[in-house]
């Protein structure tokens, strides 16, 4: 079986569920399940007698993330959300009054929140760059965009709304002639593209597990490089922040100098071991492979979509490529009418930027969007 066709078995196949929103919320492979299942039955048998084995898998689940983001495994934090990993960066940093943090007008709140309130507390300025019409970001706009005075340039590697994408390589070499410091969400992108922005040098990024990565939710990770690890203070503090649960208490202890000291206590078990399990899967099927297809998919959405001259609301050209198709309908009675009628037939999607946006991954089949497809027929011709 190729490895396209062994990722593609890693699914159910409930029969009448279509997954067009694994943008959103994707389901979880066999292997993140099996793993959940596995730690459950050995805490309900075993309890304590588990506790050396549980943190080994911790740590290799930790090493298989660390694989796919290209960094070293000391240099990741596990959080429970992607909007606690943020928030560390954001509020511990180092923002002062009047620095400046350059992001897009459509980052997803819990990118764009964080940052807003660590701005608001310093009297830092949070400036908003406008994307395009079509929702593109243009990388020019966002450089022009960068003065003496920003302190971050945080963004999407991937967008939410529409899957648009910038050149990151040139927005983080221009922001080292700087001394700008570079953040990036990757949730939108780790699992489905190849990423690159870690090897292009950026500073810090976070994501987490239940989109692209197909894992269960509860699971938010922080890799930042050990210059900025050694300089910034955890926001939540824990016996993990300076050693285990079964040291003695020490009020002269010092907190741990890999990221691992932004982990305060207890960890999601269930949830990072089924994360681990699916990077691993990732990793040994190939992201390339998974991307290819996933862009085939999105592809024959796009021009059977043309065809019906329904409007495209995503640049997916260039630098943009993304599996990320957000669908303009202008008629407002047809657009309810469809919205309800997707969800009758139990194809789920998502409402963003405007307009439908669906997001099949690698494991989706050619049938599903014909079905899709077959809908919009009723609609359009």
């Known amino acids: 079986m190729s490895s396209l066709g062994i990722f593609k078995e890693q699914f159910a196949k409930k029969e009448g569920?279509?997954?067009?929103?694994?943008?959103?919320?994707?389901p979880i492979t066999k292997v993140a399940r099996d793993k959940v299942i596995y730690w459950t039955e050995r805490f309900y048998q075993e309890g304590y007698y588990t506790d050396a084995d549980y943190k080994l898998d911790l740590l290799d689940s930790k090493s298989n993330l660390a694989k796919l983001?290209?960094?070293?495994?000391?240099?990741?934090?596990?959080?429970?959300?992607?909007?606690?990993?943020?928030?560390?960066?954001?509020f511990q940093i180092g923002l002062r009054a009047n620095d400046e943090v350059v992001m897009w007008d459509q980052e997803y709140v819990s990118n764009l929140y964080p940052f807003?309130?660590?701005?608001d507390l310093v009297g830092a300025k949070l400036k908003l760059v406008s994307s395009d019409v079509d929702l593109s970001t243009p990388t020019?706009?966002?450089?022009?965009?960068?003065?003496?005075?920003t302190k971050i340039a945080a963004f999407s590697s991937v967008q939410f709304s529409s899957g648009a994408r910038m050149d990151a390589a040139a927005v983080i070499a221009h922001c080292k002639k700087l001394g700008v410091i570079t953040f990036a969400d990757i949730i939108q992108e780790l699992g489905v593209h190849p990423l690159k922005v870690w090897s292009q040098g950026i500073d810090a990024v976070a994501?987490?597990?239940?989109k692209?990565?197909?894992s269960p939710v509860g699971v938010g990770y922080l890799a930042i490089r050990p210059d900025l690890t050694s300089k910034m203070k955890p926001h939540s503090y824990g016996s993990g922040t300076f050693g285990t649960c079964d040291d003695a208490t020490d009020l002269e202890c010092k907190p741990k100098v890999d990221a691992s000291k932004f982990e305060p206590s207890s960890k999601q078990v269930l949830e990072i071991t089924a994360l681990g399990a699916s990077c691993k899967l990732f990793s040994e099927v190939g992201i390339e492979v998974i991307e290819t297809e996933a862009l085939r998919l999105a592809r024959l959405l796009i021009s059977e979509s043309k065809k019906l001259s329904i409007k495209i609301n995503s640049p997916f050209k260039g630098e943009h490529l993304s599996p990320m198709v957000n669908l303009k309908i202008p008629d407002e009675k047809i657009?309810?009418?469809l919205?309800?009628?997707?969800?009758?037939?139990?194809?789920?999607?998502?409402?963003?930027g405007g307009g439908m946006r669906f997001s099949p991954h690698a494991f989706n089949t050619e049938t599903e969007i014909h079905k899709l497809i077959s809908i919009f027929k009723k609609y359009f011709n």
């Open 17 to 26: 569920l279509i997954h067009l929103n694994n943008a959103g919320l994707s």
């Open 69 to 90: 983001i290209g960094c070293r495994a000391e240099e990741i934090a596990w959080f429970t959300n992607t909007a606690s990993a943020i928030s560390q960066f954001a």
């Open 116 to 119: 807003k309130q660590a701005c």
């Open 140 to 149: 020019e706009k966002y450089i022009e965009a960068i003065t003496s005075k």
């Open 207 to 210: 994501g987490g597990s239940h």
């Open 212 to 214: 692209w990565l197909a």
């Open 335 to 337: 657009f309810n009418v």
């Open 339 to 352: 919205v309800n009628d997707l969800k009758e037939q139990n194809i789920n999607f998502a409402l963003r």
